[in-house]
């Protein structure tokens, strides 16, 4: 199939085979003139560090979240640098717009829009480039309605008067 698609010029092939088989990926990207995009799916460095000492990707698609954070994607920013590989970090564009923007060679960040009720602010989009905010922090906040995955304040139980905060369940 990678070899049929070869005469449409894609930029490249996403996730053709499961994410932790480094080693098809190999054989796949020696096969092919298409590049070879995936780790969206990966969890740690070391996941992506395999795909890479092997060769077995061209654009690496570390997610932020899914890694563990915004410290162990430097890492594999490191790696893929170091490997001279273009990026295209998977979904939470929010996070990953600032991550793209310290990476020295070239980056795509993905779009959804049905993700941007979720946050006060948008992304500002214009000629095919994400332009990184100039607000504090991420540039984002979550968005206070009711319905969207923010704490809510509720009345006590005991109806005092006084509110509390509810809480995601420790580790969340």
Do not use: C
Not at 25 to 30: D, K, P, V, W
Not at 73 to 92: N, R, S, T, V
Not at 152 to 161: C, K, L, V
């Amino acid at each position: 199939m990678g070899l049929a698609l070869e005469e449409h010029g894609l930029t490249w092939i996403e996730e053709p085979l499961d994410a932790y088989d480094a080693d098809g990926h190999a054989e796949l990207a020696r096969q092919l003139a298409t590049p070879i995009a995936t780790g969206e799916m990966l969890t740690s460095t070391a996941d992506h560090y395999e795909l890479i000492r092997r060769g077995a990707v061209d654009f690496i698609q570390p997610d932020a979240p899914r890694v563990g954070g915004i410290t162990p994607f430097l890492k594999i920013m490191a790696l893929g640098e170091q490997a001279k590989m273009d990026m295209a970090p998977h979904f939470a564009m929010e996070i990953h717009i600032h991550l793209s923007a310290a990476y020295e060679l070239d980056t795509w960040v993905e779009h959804f829009d049905w993700l941007e009720p979720l946050f006060d602010e948008r992304l500002e989009i214009s000629g095919g480039h994400m332009h990184v905010p100039s607000r504090p922090g991420l540039g984002f906040s979550i968005a206070n309605r009711p319905g969207h995955g923010r704490s809510r304040r509720t009345r006590s139980p005991r109806r005092t008067g006084r509110t509390r905060r509810t809480a995601m369940p420790k580790g969340y």
